[in-house]
């Protein structure tokens, strides 16, 4: 439970930051970073239950670099 109430207080803390609005004519790169944000985190927390700690420190970092490399171009 104090892994989810983390995981809470750190996406409440971060978010807003994602959240900037773009100039005119800008793309849905912010808007997609805080969708994979959110599968990362949904992911990860999968990782924590089936795996347990050591999956969820070995796996959590592939899968944020793989989500980055999924967002779209700027």
């Known amino acids: 439970m104090k ?5 809470l207080i750190t996406l409440a803390v ?3 930051t994602f959240a ?8 849905y790169r912010g808007i997609a ?3 994979y944000t959110f599968i990362w985190a949904i992911l990860t ?3 924590y ?3 347990g700690k050591k999956g969820m420190y ?3 970092p592939i899968l944020a ?3 980055y490399l999924l967002l779209p171009p700027v």
């Open 3 to 7: 892994l989810v109430l983390s995981l």
């Open 14 to 16: 971060w978010l807003p």
């Open 20 to 27: 900037f609005a773009e100039e005119h004519g800008g793309g």
């Open 33 to 35: 970073q805080i969708y």
């Open 45 to 47: 927390y999968g990782l």
């Open 49 to 51: 239950d089936v795996f």
């Open 58 to 60: 070995v796996g959590s």
């Open 65 to 67: 670099i793989v989500i």
